[in-house]
């Protein structure tokens, strides 16, 4: 715990003038970001006796170790980069809407020659226009199947297009006029784009102008007594109502705005918002948040907006924003809320009449929904603080894991074996730290070693992080950029005897670590990363510099207080041994076995056994199994990666370019490996001399197993075609 005072600024240092400024804590982690008219009047205020702060303050300023700042012009200045900054930093005493669920929209994806409606998550693309959010998908795509009637716009996938137009047939909803079948070229590209404009005009509201013509053409068609006709738009029209009586009129004057309502304790806070688009609601949404920081309604409202529209543009900010309590700077949030618009937004709270009442029905929607966060997350609290006691004392730890990392070695008959990291925080899962690793030291089956292999690259990475100068660990160990141990001496170890994996050893062409390295998605042939980019490793460690650190999330920085391993004895001998020889002691390793559930400990002959029924053995499970399945996946990866080489990239000086030139101008590699080196020579680039050795590499191959259908059991041929 730090001593406010012993990083604090003197008074003459800090402008007075609007910024924002950064808190960062010994690691130099930034752990709150926040933003002042005057950065000497707000800083002053956290730099008072602890007495008279508020606890959650007081927590924040005795975690930092020091305090920075960034002087802008204008508070809409400030306030950008306050967003910019905690979407980037991640820091942890700041406030953090996140969504419950990620809520689907209904999408027309006006990009597209062809625009297509669809279904979307996640984040927003350019070009597209979406409607929503929705709480449910399958509302929307009723509402899409009463709409296609009369805006019959393409709703599938791009591979059912192209395989419609090849066959020159459209599919199901193009027979039965749900879609205008642009595939086989019944409607030009510019009459599909003008019904997707009227699908998305009549979804922002603008519907009176359908129903009319709609009724009109239904009357003339009556007229003329082509009753088929008129009775076909008086369904129509009957299914566009009904499509509109699913969005309740909750204002009558066509009103574009968001309501955003909360409800609040003194530890968490709810927020809820009603999207209304044309006097009806079209979309909701809700968060809850952990109130890490001494803030105010008004205070709340302002990062909601943050949240809300920090990354929105156009229209998707309304004309209108109605709040429960304006935000300190009022005038500089509108400004900016008017900046993303493009136009005039209105911030204020409404006093009386229709939206007064809609704002009090969205406050009861967002108490209901603190609730029951509340009433789940109490259940789940509970749960997984009693697991995380048990597990300290099973183990006799001093204090509970609140970090846990678990270990788990993959692969199939020894080939393309792979391991997995899996980290839990507060007993839930930090996917965010999952990390992937092939196992590169030694070549065969040898669980013990590989996993003795994977902690000690782990932990040395962790060492580069804690020793900061990212050249030397303890022990006299050397570590590279990424981590890994260094022959310094060219004898093949690291300087106390252990060997290096793929050290240059003199006299051998071996020199480097690996082709290999790992990243948070997994490996990859150059080495990428914070510390060294490229295949020649390239970066600020590699060049002796001293990393600056600039508070981001690092990778294999932080380490935990027990390492769980999947297996028996062998394998947490094997992580104790690698955690020993890197001269760290202060974290606890355990393994888990699969045949009795077992948990064994270093040193130990006999096994500690949990109760069936313990909430520690359920953590300990979940965690194990997390890391096999995360190990599993990736292993599977790579083998069907390896699997699915072409013999063609056997041929040297052949590249992609001319690899698809081959496939294209003969269809597969089946009927590549009938021709003749004649035929192979008429393919644009190709040379004699290449096509020759296409040939011998083809001749040389054996031919790949048949791939098969797995929802059919019929067994495909190179050439697409099937067989019996």
């Known amino acids: 715990m730090a001593d406010p005072s012993s990083y604090r600024p003197k008074p003459g240092q800090i402008p007075d003038s609007p910024g924002v400024y950064r808190f960062r804590d010994e690691h130099r982690r930034v752990i709150y970001v926040g933003k002042a008219k005057s950065l000497r009047q707000r800083l002053a205020n956290y730099f008072q006796p602890l007495a008279s702060l508020h606890p959650r303050t007081a927590t924040m300023v005795t975690t930092a170790a020091s305090v920075e700042w960034t002087v802008v012009s204008t508070e809409v200045e400030a306030l950008q980069l306050e967003y910019s900054w905690i979407k980037e930093y991640d820091p942890r005493f700041n406030v953090k809407y996140r969504d419950d669920k990620s809520y689907p929209y209904l999408a027309v994806t006006l990009n597209e020659e062809f625009p297509r409606v669809q279904v979307m998550r996640g984040h927003k693309k350019k070009g597209v226009r979406y409607f929503g959010p929705y709480a449910h998908a399958w509302a929307i795509r009723e509402t899409v199947d009463l709409m296609l009637r009369v805006f019959p716009v393409r709703t599938c996938s791009a591979g059912v297009f192209r395989n419609a137009a090849s066959a020159g047939r459209p599919c199901l909803l193009g027979y039965i006029g749900k879609c205008s079948a642009p595939c086989v070229g019944r409607v030009e590209p510019d009459e599909h784009r003008e019904l997707a404009e009227e699908f998305c005009d009549f979804m922002a509201g603008r519907t009176g102008t359908y129903i009319r013509r709609l009724e009109q053409q239904m009357m003339e068609a009556a007229e003329e007594m082509e009753y088929e006709k008129a009775a076909r738009l008086r369904d129509d029209i009957g299914a566009l109502r009904r499509a509109m009586e699913k969005n309740a009129v909750v204002l009558a004057d066509a009103t574009d705005a968001d309501l955003i309502a909360l409800a609040e304790d003194e530890l968490e806070a709810a927020v809820q918002i009603f999207h209304v688009r044309g006097g009806r609601v079209r979309g909701q949404r809700g968060w809850v948040t952990d109130k890490v920081e001494a803030v105010s309604t008004a205070g709340l409202v302002e990062h909601a907006l943050q949240q809300l529209y920090g990354e929105e543009s156009g229209d998707a900010v309304p004309r209108e924003v109605l709040v429960p309590a304006v935000p300190e700077d009022a005038d500089a949030v509108t400004q900016w809320l008017s900046g993303r618009r493009g136009s005039q937004v209105s911030l204020r709270v409404p006093q009386r009449g229709d939206k007064k009442d809609l704002m009090e029905t969205v406050a009861r929607n967002a108490q209901q929904a603190l609730v029951l966060h509340k009433t789940k997350r109490a259940s789940d609290l509970t749960t997984r603080s009693r697991a995380l006691e048990e597990i300290a004392e099973a183990l006799d730890l001093d204090s509970a894991p609140l970090r846990i990392e678990c270990f788990d070695i993959s692969h199939l008959q020894g080939q393309d074996v792979v391991a997995s990291m899996v980290v839990f925080e507060d007993g839930l899962p930090r996917k965010s730290e999952y990390r992937r690793f092939q196992i590169k030291g030694f070549e065969g089956q040898d669980d013990v070693r590989s996993m003795h292999e994977v902690i000690s690259r782990r932990f040395k990475r962790y060492l580069v992080e804690k020793e900061k100068t990212g050249e030397w660990g303890p022990e006299g160990v050397a570590v590279d950029a990424d981590g890994d141990a260094m022959d310094t001496h060219g004898d093949g170890t690291d300087g106390v005897g252990v060997p290096v994996p793929g050290a240059f050893v003199k006299g051998s062409a071996a020199h480097g670590a690996g082709p290999h390295g790992e990243g948070p998605h997994g490996a990859g ?42 297996g028996g004895q062998p394998q947490v001998a094997a992580a104790r041994r690698a955690l020993d020889e890197l001269g760290i002691d202060d974290i606890a390793v355990c393994g888990l076995a699969k045949r009795l559930e077992e948990v064994w400990l270093p040193g130990d002959d006999d096994p500690v056994v949990l109760p069936r029924s313990s909430e520690g053995l ?34 040297p000086g052949l590249g992609d370019t001319r690899k698809q030139a081959l496939i294209k101008h003969f269809g597969s590699v089946k009927r590549l490996r009938q021709a003749t080196i004649e035929q192979i020579c008429e393919v644009p680039g190709m040379g004699r001399k290449t096509a020759e050795a296409v040939a011998v590499a083809l001749a040389q191959a054996a031919p790949a197993a048949p791939a098969v259908n797995t929802a059919t059991g019929e067994i495909m041929e190179d050439d697409g075609g099937t067989t019996a």
């Open 618 to 651: 359920y953590l300990l499970q979940r965690v194990r199994d997390t890391a096999h399945d995360f190990a599993i996946r990736y292993q599977r990866s790579k083998r069907n990666k390896r699997i699915r080489t072409s013999p063609l990239d056997a041929v």
């Open 525 to 566: 042939p150059h080495r990428d990363g914070p510390h060294g980019e490229g295949p020649h490793r390239e970066g600020p460690l590699a060049s002796g510099e001293v990393p600056v650190d600039d508070g981001r999330p690092r990778r294999f920085a932080y380490p935990p207080q027990l390492v769980v391993v999947d």
